[in-house]
């Protein structure tokens, strides 16, 4: 799978198949930095999908995304859970199994 960047014209969409984890970040934060290869090392097992903060504040408002890194897993049963901070790909594969 491959990283998808998002915004609010396709992230309804995207999210209501569940299995996805969605990437607050900004393009100035360092810890979102060190996140980016954790995200590539997973894009496999479940699709990421990238949503820049500074392009999105609607979306982060809804989501009440105050600090980033932040990560929000959309379950396939419509729930989601989230997690504010680095974390490594096995991490974020615990995360997401919940």
Not at 6 to 21: H, T
Not at 80 to 96: D, P, Q, W
């Amino acid at each position: 799978m491959e990283i998808i960047k998002g915004n609010l014209e396709n992230f309804d969409e995207i999210v209501s198949k569940g299995n996805v984890l969605v990437d607050f970040y900004a393009t100035w934060c360092g810890p979102c930095k060190m996140l980016a290869p954790e995200l590539e090392d997973i894009k496999d097992k479940v699709q990421i999908m990238k949503v820049d903060i500074d392009e999105n504040l609607e979306l982060c408002k809804r989501f009440g995304v105050m600090s980033v890194p932040t990560l929000v897993y959309f379950k396939k049963d419509g729930s989601n859970v989230s997690n504010i901070g680095y974390m490594t790909s096995e991490e974020i594969l615990k995360f997401i199994r919940k």
